[in-house]
């Protein structure tokens, strides 16, 4: 039985890829580098350096480390100031109720996310004293798929990985919940993977599986 419910943050609390994709769109015009929705997609759940090295994949050219930090800084200034624009009503009233019925079950929530604006996020959200835990980008060494953001996470809450489900939207999401040995339900187009213990349809049926 589960103690604690790690999320991911883009894509399932909150849904931050329109603002990726606007973000990286000015970076590859720039760059005349052709970027498109389904490419921005496979960025789900990447770290931002491994997204740009993709988007780069269509690059005629080699980019250099230093040139490379540059376009990075400049994207998240753009993407930055997208977040900037976000409120507490960017949060579905159906993710916040799901939230709180969860805590009253005496459920450990958790963040798990791959990006380093997490607690920006979380801020604009109006959740910034919601969570018992934030593990994110800034805390790890290795990214989704490894197990590490997970891993993190089930630590400062005192869970082990069996007593943990993690909430995910990417493929590299349920690839690092499995490798930590954690349950995951998948929401969004991530249940279409096999690697998915639940598949979610909407997000208040997580009260379905952890009672
Ligand atoms: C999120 C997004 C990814 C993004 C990554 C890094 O992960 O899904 O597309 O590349 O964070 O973001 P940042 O540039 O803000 O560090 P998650 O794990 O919350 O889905
Ligand atoms: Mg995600």
């Given at each position: 039985n589960y103690k604690a419910v790690i999320f991911d943050l883009d894509g399932v609390i909150c849904h931050t890829d329109h603002y990726h994709y606007l973000a990286w769109k000015e970076v590859a015009d720039e760059l005349g580098i052709y970027f498109d929705e389904s490419i921005n997609h496979r960025l789900r759940g990447v770290s931002r350096k491994e997204s740009f090295d993709i988007i780069l994949e269509r690059y005629d050219k080699i980019m250099g480390e230093e040139d490379k930090e540059i376009y990075l800084t400049k994207k998240n200034e753009g993407y930055q100031k997208l977040l900037k624009g976000m409120t507490p009503s960017d949060l579905s009233e159906e993710t916040k109720n799901t939230l709180l019925e969860l805590r009253k079950r005496g459920m450990k929530l958790a963040i798990g996310s791959s990006?380093?604006?997490?607690?920006?996020?979380?801020?604009?959200?109006?959740?910034?004293?919601?969570?018992?835990?934030?593990s994110d980008g800034n805390m790890i060494t290795h990214s989704k798929p490894h197990p590490e953001v997970f891993q993190k996470a089930a630590s400062m809450v005192n869970c082990e990985a069996e007593n943990c489900l993690v909430v995910e939207d990417a493929k590299a999401g349920l690839e690092a919940a499995k490798a930590g040995g954690m349950d995951c339900a998948a929401v969004g187009d991530a249940v279409k993977s096999p690697l998915a213990d639940y598949k979610l349809s909407s997000f208040r049926q997580l009260l379905e599986i952890v009672e």
């Open positions: 990006s380093k604006n997490a607690g920006l996020i979380i801020k604009q959200l109006g959740l910034e004293h919601f969570f018992d835990a934030v």
